[in-house]
């Protein structure tokens, strides 16, 4: 395995390919990332600085992967690493690290020209290679994913009409493929439900949406509400601030992934994590199309209450004139606004009470003038305003302060306006990416430094509902958060960090100190990895969900090739801890809704609108091996059921 990148997501992805899937990778990184800490994940401290030393032994005495490759690499030992510095990827690097002999490539750079560059040169090394790229632009990466992907199709049409020249790439039964991730879509949905307390956390991709949600212990007497299934226990020490911090490391208090029917009637006082939906659903209409101003925008409130007092006037005076001259309804309106604009005769010799309504409906018609006025100025200044960024108004509460609108704040933003949540965003940078959406949604924005004194005040902290520190500087982000607790005890934050000690003692402090507050500390690389490290592996990760500091992944895979789940009925194939089906994609598995188990279990409800989505599968349902199935994975699940696979493709 090979992984390029400049920033955190490639040091924790290269961590989680080694500890938890043991894989041999190579690392790419500019020379600059040399100093940086690589995170610890999934092993111990002593095993992976005896890696880390075994791999600067290798390097030392030259045993990288030569002209030779394949005995030299051999040599390493399962879980190693090998660093290799170079300014850019060219066609000399990346042959270097080994990429026409690696079975998977992973460029995580944060810029997608890079990525795109270095993917390009790949393929031409080794068409046969499985690409997993980074990329921000959503519509750039479909056509992008099309395109390798139909130049690996042809390459290889060429080499296996000639031989097999792929290397051993085939061997270990990976397909050539290309996968296009962002860590932003990924991190976002997390973020924006973490912030606001009881937000469903949804992951939707191709079309297909999975929704779990966080429910707090049910009271005495009560019976907690299981959904579809319990994907977690969260911590038993959730609400005590000297508890556990909910890492893999909390011990038997920390969360539970995926337990079974007998946990969870036992953990009495632990808040689950269930499943509540299942489905196919259409995307999500983009949040950043909307540009025009809203007509209720263009006036003020006092405005539109003069409109009507003197709407009001004119229909008083309309009824009067039709008492007075007798005259029917229409013809009194129309002389009542002859007189309201001055274009009237004067009533000269008509009846007293005609000429009172006639001066009456003249004094209304100059209190008309200024009202017209205002409004057209006001109509003017709110077109021209609808390009600027809107200020906090003075009324605003329970919204969500987003600090910093980067790529990760522009995701976020635009999830919590989908789910009409109020946000006001403050940013330092006047030119930085999610100003421009933060405009065209009108959601107010208060530019400046937030370590500042006011900046936090303007963007109403003290009566907002939750802080999202979602800046790239974690020191930033715990500032922020300190100052925003000295105003407001009880405020709901959300950290960004990426070092995870720091972000442990922090989580640790910040309860201690606010015991009945809410603080949750997030990192995007320890979110955006699995799913990144799953698609090197070769399966569809559709997402994954935090559940406190651990995370939980929805893949889609077809059983064939996989002992622990083909033959096997549903209760057998659940392993708590580890995996569970979910669903079963009957559309994608050759049409075996006609009979069988499952349109018995499913009926009418399991099944959605002829989608071929059954959720409701009874345990007793045998699995075959062309059964396409949605299930719920933890990270070494998921390792468990790919290694088996590998080491029995490389032994046949």
């Not at 030392?60 to 510095?85: F, H, I, K, Y």
């Not at 969360?255 to 007998?262: C, F, G, K, V």
């Not at 980067?406 to 940078?429: N, Q």
């Amino acid at each position: 395995m090979v992984v390029a990148g400049d920033d955190a997501l490639a040091h924790r992805l290269a961590a989680e390919l080694r500890g938890v899937y043991g894989e041999r990778v190579t690392l790419v990184v500019p020379p600059t990332q040399r100093s940086v800490r690589p995170p610890v994940v999934g092993r111990a401290r002593g095993s992976t600085l005896f890696d880390r030393m075994s791999a600067a032994v290798n390097r030392a005495a030259g045993n990288g992967e030569g002209p030779q490759g394949p005995p030299n690499r051999t040599a390493e030992p399962a879980g190693s690493e090998r660093v290799l510095e170079a300014t850019e990827l060219t066609e000399a690097v990346l042959a270097e690290a080994g990429v026409e002999r690696a079975a998977a490539l992973a460029l995580v750079h944060d810029d997608d020209e890079t990525n795109i560059r270095a993917a390009l040169t790949a393929r031409r090394l080794n068409p046969r290679l499985r690409l997993v790229i980074r990329l921000y632009n959503r519509r750039l990466g479909q056509h992008i994913e099309e395109l390798l992907d139909q130049a690996s199709a042809l390459a290889m049409a060429v080499t296996d009409g000639e031989g097999d020249g792929g290397g051993g790439s085939g061997g270990l039964g990976f397909d050539a493929s290309t996968t296009v991730l962002s860590d932003a879509d990924t991190a976002a949905p997390a973020l924006a439900a973490t912030a606001v307390a009881g937000t469903s956390k949804v992951v939707q991709t191709d079309g297909l949406m999975l929704r779990a949600v966080e429910r707090p212990p049910p009271g005495p007497g009560e019976v907690a509400d299981p959904g579809l299934c319990t994907l977690a226990l969260l911590s038993a020490t959730t609400n005590d601030p000297a508890g556990a911090d909910g890492s893999e490391s909390s011990g038997s208090h920390g969360p539970r992934l995926l337990p079974d029917e007998r946990a969870v009637a036992a953990a009495t006082g632990r808040g689950t994590v269930v499943l509540e939906t299942v489905s196919y659903a259409a995307s999500a209409p983009s949040a950043g199309r909307r540009s025009v101003v809203p007509f209720g925008s263009l006036l003020s409130r006092r405005l539109r209450w003069s409109f009507a007092g003197l709407v009001g006037c004119v229909v008083g005076l309309a009824v009067a004139s039709m008492l007075v001259t007798g005259e029917p309804p229409l013809q009194a309106t129309y002389l009542t606004l002859l007189d309201l604009f001055a274009i009237n005769n004067p009533a000269i010799g008509e009846p007293i009470g005609r000429q009172i309504l006639q001066l009456f409906s003249g004094l209304v018609g100059l209190l008309l003038l200024p009202v017209l006025l205002a409004a057209v100025l006001e109509a003017l200044g709110t077109f021209r305003s609808g390009s600027a960024l809107r200020k906090p108004p003075r009324g605003l509460s329970g919204h969500v302060v987003l600090l910093g609108v980067g790529k990760i704040g522009t995701r976020v933003l635009t999830r919590l306006r989908e789910l009409h949540i109020p946000v006001v965003c403050v940013e330092a940078d006047p030119e930085a990416r999610g100003l421009a959406l933060a405009r065209r949604l009108r959601v107010p924005v208060v530019l400046g430094d937030v370590t500042q004194e006011g900046v936090l005040e303007a963007a109403k902290i003290h009566r907002a509902h939750a802080l999202l520190a979602l800046t790239s500087a974690d020191t930033t982000n715990l500032e922020a958060a300190l100052y925003a607790r000295t105003v407001r005890p009880d405020l709901r934050v959300v950290l960004r960090l990426y070092d995870d000690d720091f972000a442990t003692a922090v989580y640790r402090t910040l309860r201690a100190a606010h015991p009945q507050a809410l603080t949750r500390s997030r990192s995007v690389s320890h979110l955006a990895a699995p799913a990144f490290a799953g698609a090197m592996m070769g399966r569809q990760i559709l997402g994954a969900i935090p559940v406190e500091r651990r995370v939980l992944l929805f893949a889609a895979m077809v059983v064939g090739g996989h002992p622990q789940l083909e033959g096997r009925t549903v209760g057998e194939a659940f392993r708590a801890g580890s995996w569970r089906v979910l669903a079963l994609d009957t559309a994608a598995s050759g049409g075996r809704r006609g009979g069988g188990p499952v349109s018995a279990a499913g009926g009418g409800g399991g099944e959605r609108g002829g989608s071929g989505l059954v959720w409701d599968l009874p345990a007793t349902y045998v699995l075959r091996a062309e059964d396409r199935v949605v299930l719920a994975a933890t990270r070494r699940g998921l390792a468990e059921l790919l290694g088996r696979r590998r080491r029995e493709s490389a032994g046949t």
